[in-house]
């Protein structure tokens, strides 16, 4: 049973880089597409961008340049950094495996997610 | 990017009563549609993927449809254990987008 698990700091100041890592165990990292999902307390889900595992990667174009992600396939880890964030980007951000196979793309395993905080 | 509008935004029902839910997709996004359950405080769990099909493991009382650009989720008898909130997402372009989710209460 594959299992991601999010890692992080739960307050990060205004300005500042956020950095999440997720660790994924039952399975390998390798070919499969390894993608962050963020919600607002109270609000709907928003698909930050997806990697897949040598490096290609896709990035909602609503965050800009401030996105960035990577993969250590040594550790079966992938990893988020959020720069110069505010108080909009307070959520809990989930880390998911985006499956995809033919046309058909599905998120079928998510981590339990972790808020983090933006604040001073 | 392509809009998801998901209605209503909340709703009540009985226990054994079915339960409908809408997507609308603005373009078309095909049949490029999956549904996911939220349970209070816990992560989203895939249900339903590409418009219709039935993740392994998910009772068949859930299920899906299309007609043209509209996406239909349904509880054909509503459980205790159904209560969550309700998303869809479109997978058809890039970035990829959902609804903004139904919560299902027992009345």
């Known amino acids: 049973q594959v299992q991601l698990q999010e890692s992080g700091p739960g307050l990060v100041k205004p300005s500042e880089t956020l950095s999440l890592t997720c660790s994924v165990s039952g399975g390998s990292i390798t070919n499969y597409y390894w993608s962050w999902i963020r919600q607002p307390p109270g609000r709907g889900l928003e698909s930050m961008g997806y990697m897949y595992y040598n490096g290609r990667f896709s990035y909602n174009p609503s965050l800009k340049s401030r996105v960035s992600m990577s993969v250590d396939t040594s550790n079966n880890q992938f990893s988020l950094k959020l720069s110069s964030v505010t108080a909009a980007d307070t959520a809990v951000y989930y880390c998911?495996?985006?499956?995809?196979?033919?046309?058909?793309?599905?998120?079928?395993?998510w981590g339990q997610g972790t808020l983090v905080t933006v604040s001073s | 990017d392509i809009q998801m509008t998901q209605s209503p935004s909340s709703l009540s029902a009985s226990v054994g009563d079915r339960v409908t839910i809408t997507c609308r997709a603005s373009?078309?996004?095909?049949?490029?549609l999956n549904w996911y359950q939220q349970k209070p405080g816990k992560a989203p769990r895939l249900l339903i993927y590409d418009t219709s099909n039935l993740q392994t493991g998910v009772p068949s009382r859930f299920s899906g449809s299309r007609s043209g650009t509209e996406f239909t989720f349904s509880i054909s008898s509503l459980q205790p254990e159904d209560v969550a909130t309700y998303h869809c997402?479109?997978?058809?372009?890039?970035?990829?987008?959902f609804g903004q989710g139904t919560k299902v209460e027992i009345k």
């Open positions: 998911a495996r985006l499956a995809c196979s033919g046309p058909t793309c599905l998120l079928d395993y």
């Open positions: 373009p078309d996004i095909s049949s490029y």
């Open positions: 997402q479109q997978y058809s372009n890039l970035p990829y987008t």
